[in-house]
């Protein structure tokens, strides 16, 4: 397995989307520290870009890498190697180098602007954590739609829609349930809601670190009450590491079920 997520690794670190993702974060944090003096408020904007843009950018690299190495995954498959450890390998090598792309373009800006000497590196820190954490699940979740369906064009449809829904559809479909259901005790149900989507669960942990959780009024008020706490935040990255652990599951499962 480590000799196919070094292949898988060094392959996507050679290709030129890459150095384009790299060199996008990179103009990103100079751009937001020429534009802010303040690194707290660069680190604010930042999250809406890393929240929205970094579950799209592993989707599309997870299902891509997959239909683009399909032949190369034949002839592994035809050799004596288990399965699991060849979709292991790939989903590894996409998503360490997503990872790394991630954290070296926006991190090398930031330190040099003089991360270490400000009270905004722990704010910095957990929002290259989430991010992290984000490339994982949707290359994963990618990986998974790949395994699924034979059909690229299927796979990839597929993709832009758990994309879609996870980012946009749901927050809609969440705060009209609020909405119809006001006269209810909803708190419960607003933590377990935001915990069943990633996307929402890193926004929230964000806010919360950046103390502008007023901003979201009384359900700010109900989940700084919760995650504001040490279980809180405890619960959160278990439920982030479970988001990463069951689709994995999942491929190791498919790919020894899988007809190829």
């Given at each position: 397995m480590l000799k196919i997520l070094k292949y898988s690794f060094y392959d996507l670190m050679r290709s030129r989307w890459s150095y384009v993702y790299f060199a996008f974060y990179l103009l990103l944090g100079i751009v937001l520290l020429f534009l802010n003096n303040d690194l707290s408020k660069a680190v604010i904007t930042l999250m809406n870009?890393?929240?929205?843009?970094?579950?799209?950018?592993?989707?599309?690299?997870?299902?891509?890498?997959?239909?683009?190495?399909?032949?190369?995954?034949e002839l592994l498959l035809a050799q004596p190697i288990k399965r699991s450890s060849i979709f292991l390998g790939q989903y590894l090598g996409v998503a360490l180098?997503?990872?790394?792309?991630?954290?070296?373009g926006l991190g090398l800006p930031f330190v040099f602007y003089g991360l270490f000497k400000s009270n905004a590196i722990w704010d910095f820190s957990l929002l290259l954590i989430t991010g992290t954490f984000l490339t994982l699940i949707f290359t994963a979740l990618a990986f998974?739609?790949?395994?699924?369906?034979?059909?690229?064009?299927?796979?990839?449809?597929?993709?832009?829609?758990l994309w879609l829904f996870l980012g946009i559809i749901y927050d809609g479909i969440f705060l009209m349930s609020l909405i119809l259901f006001e006269d209810y005790p909803l708190d419960k149900i607003s933590l377990i809601g935001t915990m069943l989507n990633p996307i929402d669960l890193s926004r929230t942990l964000i806010l919360l670190k950046l103390d502008i959780s007023a901003l979201l009024g009384y359900t700010g008020?109900?989940?700084?009450?919760?995650?504001?706490?040490?279980?809180?935040?405890?619960?959160?990255?278990?439920a982030l590491a479970l988001w990463v652990i069951l689709p994995v599951l999942r491929i190791v499962f498919k790919s020894k079920k899988k007809d190829f």
């Open positions: 870009v890393i929240i929205v843009l970094v579950p799209l950018i592993g989707t599309i690299f997870g299902v891509m890498y997959y239909y683009n190495s399909k032949e190369f995954t180098s997503l990872s790394m792309s991630l954290i070296l998974n739609i790949a395994l699924s369906n034979e059909n690229k064009i299927k796979g990839f449809g597929y993709a832009i829609l008020a109900i989940f700084k009450q919760f995650f504001g706490t040490s279980f809180g935040i405890i619960t959160s990255f278990l």
